[in-house]
């Protein structure tokens, strides 16, 4: 008997919007926003729904929906069976649209809303086989997954002879792996400690809370007035003791002289990690701070427009970790050739999350890259920030600073139909 | 008496759409399109109106449309004055936009939008200023148009001290280049001989009559099969000769490795120049590229998102022509930036034009260039594309191979009424 086909007949798109701007929550030195989602949903003939969204930051909320309505030709009567058998032929008819491209090019909305899309059709096809994203991608053959990646613009770094290779390389323990992570869950960090709309005491307050809680990694906020940020960072060191990791996090707001200088400075604390310490697209700038710092990492990648510069990141050596986003690249496709590549480079993947649905999204890629790409947790982990996981049918479930593997199908972004109706923009109950 | 300011009162922005991808013109290696503009009019209460677009290739101009409505909050019920006076307030309230930025940053349709509306205030303040924009900008003190530029970001490139320095330097003989811009105009190129959608005949015609018409230079697409690319430019070589400059265009086609083996096949026919070798945001890959094809120069840029990659571009020496896009980038403002680099570099700038309403820009640009920041014309010359100038109330006027200098005030992307209505997508009737 034929299987039968899976036809996309419908898709919806919804512009759902958080009012957290006035609370001071994710605020930084160059953001204030209403944490959004332009999330997605495609329907199917035989029934399943698949659900992808990107995370945007309040206004231009409205541009990502818009572009994902652009985008919808390519995926609505196709069946799911043909998206799947020529991936690269899908990616680029979203990535590389002869028209729609221009706008781009692989950026910004339209690359964001590619990924929701994309994303959609990678849950559904994880739905259909009735298992976790994590775990339909650990499950999946070399040859398959290596299908998946435009390897366009990237080959002078990554071929598929060598993404095979890699893979095949880190096979061996991925039993022992499994069992691990089953058993111990995948390590996090969190974010809810330092954000710069947050007073002393709050900061303290919310550190002191984080180690009783039994986190050994935090983040701050940097990038404010450099005596503001030396002051808080002491307060935080002094909660959490020298054993813990502290990360800080500058969002892009300095010069690259200037994130030489401030790091000399802030290097008295320790820091893990220097994340965004200058403008996303300065590899070369990335490159010389990281020079210059050593050794604290430079980490950068939730603005990282694409593939293109994450290579370039990586052949700079501009970078110590990895943070790829779930939602400003083309999807599960393009993460793909990213984990691989840091994986060449033997660059530790961190993934940026918090917002609106990174924390779903992420889990699944980091434990991934655990069982079948880096084979190593070392120097690894997920962000966390406890904010809006209500919103979702499949929340994360984080305890004693670990991940634990969702155990439902899918990749976790499903919102509850209740809190899409009362967060849409701008005609829910919310915004009324 | 104090002067009354003059308030924005109100902004139109309109989806104007030109069929042209029946006909093959401009279509390439990557792109097929419909020519449209996001179009954009700011009106005040002294009566001024200022025109300002971002060129579109079709599907996605209703995304820069909208993103355009997002910014207006930025511009309606300021005053023209107050614009002017911080300008790089005004730049960021547009760019860095703390919920915006994060559909960006500074880049793609929030980049281009911001662009269109920068412009048009550009266009207003020359228009109220009774001059052309190239004898606005060419007239106006080296410290204002430094106080124009938003350094952040590329001060480890360019400072304002080495910006005003630059400007100072380039002062002598002005009066002498504005005689010689006034009698002779601006040299320029043509691109409508090669187009990958025409058949070798129509190319064979194009190329003759461009000869026949006076043009020195013109610019053929490659990244078709490498041996139609061989034939074709053996073609052009044939009946232009061999003293006039023949450039080619590979639209970012090509991966990195492969772009190198074209071009040892294609250097036979002597390229002045090789464009977009390989994808927009690969600083690295040009740079590989230029190192291994010279004495034929890399050129990039109208899809080089912002100034931080024309920073990098010019660091890594990896563009030996600098192909600034009027539209793609934060307008004028951040084009002067980018005209400063590359003179502190000594990289000629060659802008983008083509399209719809860039070579009605950018000629004003490349005067400007010349009259105040390079000094000089050697190795310049402005994009020309005859396509759709019928549509512009002051089309750019082109004789001989140059630009002839615009008389008549403003930045000449104002268009014709009647196109805007006529062109109008979906409801104009070129649509229906």
């Known amino acids: 008997m034929t299987p039968v086909p899976t036809t996309i007949t419908a898709m919806d798109v919804f512009d759902v919007r958080f009012p957290t701007a006035t609370a001071g929550d994710g605020s930084d030195a160059i953001n204030r926003g209403d944490y959004s989602a332009t999330y997605v949903e495609v329907r199917t003939d035989t029934g399943p729904v698949g659900s992808g969204l990107t995370f945007t930051n309040g206004r231009g909320n409205e541009l990502t929906c818009a572009a994902v309505r652009a985008l919808a030709r390519h995926v609505l009567g196709r069946t799911v069976e043909d998206l799947a058998a020529d991936q690269v032929t899908f990616w680029r008819s979203l990535t590389a649209d002869a028209q729609l491209r221009w706008v781009g090019p692989e950026k910004g909305v339209i690359h964001m809303a590619s990924g929701a899309l994309i994303n959609a059709i990678w849950d559904l096809r994880a739905r259909m086989a009735d298992k976790p994203m994590w775990r339909f991608l650990a499950e999946m053959p070399a040859e398959e997954l290596v299908a998946s990646i435009d390897f366009r613009h990237i080959t002078d770094e990554l071929t598929p002879a060598e993404a095979l290779d890699l893979l095949a390389k880190a096979q061996p323990g991925y039993a022992e792996r499994l069992a691990v992570l089953q058993t111990e869950g995948y390590p996090a960090y969190t974010t809810s400690v330092g954000w710069l709309g947050y007073p002393d005491q709050k900061v303290r307050m919310l550190t002191q809370r984080a180690r ?140 940026h999350a918090g917002g609106v649905g990174l924390c779903e999204y992420v889990q699944h890629l980091s434990m991934f890259d655990y069982l079948r790409v880096s084979g190593s947790m070392a120097g690894r982990m997920v962000e966390y920030v406890d904010h809006l996981h209500e919103h979702f049918v499949d929340p994360v479930v984080v305890a004693g600073g670990r991940y634990r593997p969702p155990a439902r199908p899918g990749y976790s972004v499903a919102m509850k139909p209740g809190s899409v109706a009362d967060y849409s923009f701008p005609e829910g109950p919310a915004w009324r």
Chains 1, 2 share one sequence.
């Not at 935080?236 to 990791?245: F, K, S």
């Not at 070369?284 to 430079?298: F, S, T």
């Not at 501009?318 to 994986?343: F, H, K, T, Y």
Request: net charge negative; hydrophobic share 50%; aromatic share 4%.
């Open 212 to 351: 009783d809680d039994g986190w050994g990694a935090v983040k701050m906020k940097v990038g404010g007035p450099i005596e503001d940020d030396v002051r808080r960072a002491g307060l935080i060191r002094e909660i959490i003791g020298d054993d813990a990791l502290l990360m800080m996090d500058a969002n892009q707001v300095w010069d690259v002289d200037v994130a030489i200088a401030s790091m000399r400075r802030l290097a008295a604390f320790d820091p893990y990690w220097i994340e965004e310490p200058t403008h996303a697209d300065d590899v070369l700038g990335h490159a010389r701070i990281a020079r210059a710092v050593a050794p604290i990492n430079v980490a950068t990648g939730e603005a990282a427009a694409n593939r293109v510069i994450f290579k370039q990141l990586f052949q700079a050596e501009a970078i110590g970790i990895c943070q790829v986003d779930s939602c400003r690249i083309g999807g599960v496709n393009e993460v793909l050739a990213v984990l691989l590549m840091a994986a060449k480079r033997g660059v530790p993947v961190c993934p």
